[in-house]
């Protein structure tokens, strides 16, 4: 089945800091993949996406690049803000289900 | 554009009442609607999710249930809470098909079972 793994939290930085968040996944077929966010009591807002190999998702300075070698879709920052923090999902779709597959969520505190 | 919105906001229930929730989508038709549970410091938990009126999957069995009896509503309740029913309960919907297609999540409901 499919799966995500996401990178333990929690992550604390320093304002202007790099970040990287990882992200790998185990899908039967050949998945989207998706970054969301979630800011302290609300839903989730897609962050960026990715549809096929070596495609790179770009949002508010965030990235990510859709690694099908390596099965991997890391999520990075040049500089981080203290207004990022925020709890951080990686998730797929794949063809034919219609459900997204969730990693457990990186909760990320910048402070200033 | 398309909007999600839920209601209320904010509960708080005692052990052993009923509840209802609910969910509606404006500005698009036919969508996939899911319910997700995300406990005190959790990860998401998929509860049920309707590809049509009338047709739900559950996803995790459990004293909750959840109904669409309209394209774009989505209610999930229970007939008596349970403490462990606490948490924030968010609702999203997605176009139907196509392996592509993000999904947009709702503000939440926040129940607290005392």
């Known amino acids: 089945g499919n799966s995500v793994t996401q990178m333990e939290g929690p992550v604390t930085l320093s304002e202007e800091a790099f970040l990287t968040i990882n992200c790998t996944y185990t899908?039967?077929?050949?998945?989207?993949l998706f970054w969301y966010v979630q800011y302290p009591g609300e839903g989730l807002q897609l962050l960026l996406k990715a549809t096929k190999a070596d495609d790179k998702g770009s949002n508010k300075g965030f990235e990510a690049t859709y690694r099908k070698e390596t099965t991997s879709f890391h999520l990075e920052k040049g500089s981080v803000q203290v207004s990022d923090s925020a709890v951080y999902f990686c998730?797929?779709?794949?063809?034919?289900?219609?459900?997204?597959?969730f990693g457990t969520g990186t909760r990320l505190t910048i402070i200033p | 554009s398309q909007t999600i919105h839920q209601w209320p906001a904010t509960l708080v229930q005692p052990v052993g009442s009923p509840l209802s929730l609910e969910c509606t989508v404006e500005g698009t038709s036919n969508p996939n609607l899911y319910w997700y549970r995300q406990a005190a410091g959790r990860g998401l938990q998929l509860l049920f999710y309707?590809?049509?009126?009338?047709?739900i999957s559950s996803e995790v069995p459990q004293n909750l249930s959840a109904s669409r009896p309209q394209d774009r509503q989505f209610i999930l309740s229970s007939k008596k809470l349970l403490l462990s029913d606490s948490g924030f309960y968010l609702c999203?919907?997605?176009?139907?098909?196509?392996?592509?297609?993000?999904?947009?999540f709702g503000p939440g409901t926040r129940l607290t079972v005392l």
């Open positions: 999203a919907w997605r176009t139907g098909g196509g392996v592509y297609n993000e999904q947009f």
């Open positions: 998730a797929l779709s794949d063809f034919g289900n219609e459900k997204l597959t």
């Open positions: 309707s590809v049509g009126i009338g047709q």
């Open positions: 899908a039967t077929g050949y998945p989207s």
